[in-house]
């Protein structure tokens, strides 16, 4: 007699589990100061499910330009302690942990494109990431109301206590394992909180919003119900506070420019009652944009540039260095600047975090890419995100307008964000949800698809 095929175990985890774990858990993560390291950890998981898959492994189109990335970031480490114009000479061993850490970010930003593309809708759908990323929304506006209102809170994590001083004094580890919830800096002349919890750096908080914000909408106001719809609009408008306070530049441009895609996009789409309701909710948007204090201090940011020399100033020479330096592969790494950028930023001060010299290749991921992996290693990242998103701009899909508006926002936050850890990690959720989308839109079936129908027609 046959013996009975085995039953499932009941605690058998589902597909997408660490994505789950990292974003569902996100706030105590952040708290023991875990956030960043948890979603590197459950990349391991993910790539041993792509390890057993990978006869059947698919990919986008353009994945080709992102492998090229890839291999000329490991190039990288062979000019890792060469001497770069306009930059400090030498360098500790501390310089290829910054270079590990970016390349391990990079691997997992593969992997979870990779996992999620590689899933059918059946087995992890679109709807369920959809509903955690716009969890994470939620998250980040608490932590921007906690920001704005308790902006004094600081946490000493066990992450922190357990590691040595040596390394805890390094600001860049210190910044990713001592939670903060806001930063606080006399832009307009007088103390102002810059929210950011539950991430390292207050652009990072305004990079989250707008990644996260096209999936709320989708899962929270426009395939809710009614009593989800009420919550989600309550959110949104609570949201509006630490978005209009933390005078985030860079947030209010990706705002707008998403704001008139979407509304571009459905009037293309849609049909009259589309079109009546699209032109209603701009009209509502624009009054109260308005009637709030939104344009009063975007005049008064704008009379107060505050760091726009320093960031002009930092771009010039990181340009300058690396096309000088090693134009087609870069340096590796950022480096300390030699002197204090002319000047412009009158050099370290106590108490006045901003007035220091950056290092080459930060304040902005594209100076990043071109101080860090050339020309070359640029024009492979940039070529990948433009192949996506030429590829979805037409698409009609709700996952492949939010992904496109994930895209501009990310152009646009590319000059001036440091764009490593959590913004692109859900940059690359965004491409696969629109890689999978358009996919299945025409009809074409996964490898695994495939060879489960190959599978039960033999067996007939």
């Not at 039953?7 to 997408?16: I, S």
């Not at 059947?56 to 353009?62: E, M």
């Not at 809708?121 to 969890?135: F, M, V």
Request: aromatic share 12%; charged share 15%.
């Amino acid at each position: 007699m046959p013996l009975a095929p085995p039953r499932l175990l009941p605690w058998r985890l589902r597909p997408g589990w660490p994505l789950s774990v990292a974003l569902l858990g996100f706030p105590l993560w952040w708290i023991l100061g875990l956030a960043n390291v948890m979603l590197l950890l459950v990349n391991v998981p993910m790539a041993m499910t792509l390890w057993r898959r990978r006869g059947t492994l698919v990919a986008p189109s353009g994945f080709g330009a992102w492998l090229f990335f890839l291999v000329w970031v490991v190039l990288g480490v062979l000019v890792l302690w060469a001497d770069a114009p306009l930059a400090e000479p030498g360098g500790g061993f501390s310089r290829l942990l910054v270079y590990g850490y970016r390349l391990a970010w990079y691997l997992s930003f593969t992997i979870v494109l990779l996992y999620i593309g590689n899933m059918s809708e059946r087995e992890l759908p679109s709807g369920a990431i959809g509903r955690l990323l716009g969890y994470m929304f939620i998250v980040t506006t608490i932590g921007g109301l906690v920001g704005s209102f308790f902006p004094s809170i600081q946490l000493t994590s066990p992450v922190e206590m357990v590691l040595p001083h040596g390394l805890t004094s390094n600001s860049f580890i210190r910044d990713i394992v001592h939670p903060k919830v806001a930063e606080i800096e006399a832009i307009l002349g007088f103390e102002q909180s810059r929210p950011m919890a539950p991430f390292a750096y207050a652009n990072t908080w305004g990079a989250a919003y707008a990644f996260f914000l096209p999936y709320f909408l989708l899962t929270w106001i426009v395939r809710a119900r009614l009593r989800r719809r009420v919550f989600g609009v309550i959110v949104l408008a609570a949201s509006l506070w630490p978005v209009v306070y933390s005078l985030n530049r860079g947030l209010w441009g990706a705002l707008g420019a998403i704001g008139l895609f979407g509304v571009l996009k459905l009037l293309q789409v849609g049909g009259p009652r589309v079109i009546a309701w699209t032109a209603g909710m701009a009209a509502v948007g624009a009054i109260v944009v308005a009637l709030s204090p939104l344009p009063g201090l975007v005049q008064d940011r704008l009379d107060n540039p505050h760091s726009n020399n320093r960031r002009a100033l930092l771009a010039e020479e990181t340009t300058r260095s690396a096309l000088i330096g090693s134009p087609l592969v870069g340096f590796g790494s950022t480096r300390n600047v030699q002197g204090d950028l002319g000047q412009v930023s009158g050099g370290d001060k106590v108490g006045c975090k901003a007035c220091g010299s950056p290092p080459l290749g930060t304040q902005g991921h594209v100076w990043l890419l071109i101080f860090a992996n050339g020309i070359v290693g640029t024009i492979a990242f940039c070529a990948f995100f433009t192949i996506r998103f030429l590829r979805h701009w037409r698409d009609r899909g709700a996952y492949s307008l939010a992904g496109c508006c994930v895209l501009i926002s990310c152009t646009l936050f590319m000059i001036t964000y440091d764009m490593v850890e959590v913004p692109l990690y859900t940059v690359m959720i965004a491409v696969a949800l629109m890689w999978r989308a358009r996919r299945d839109a025409d009809g074409v079936r996964t490898p695994q698809a495939r060879v489960r129908a190959l599978t039960a027609e033999a067996a007939q």
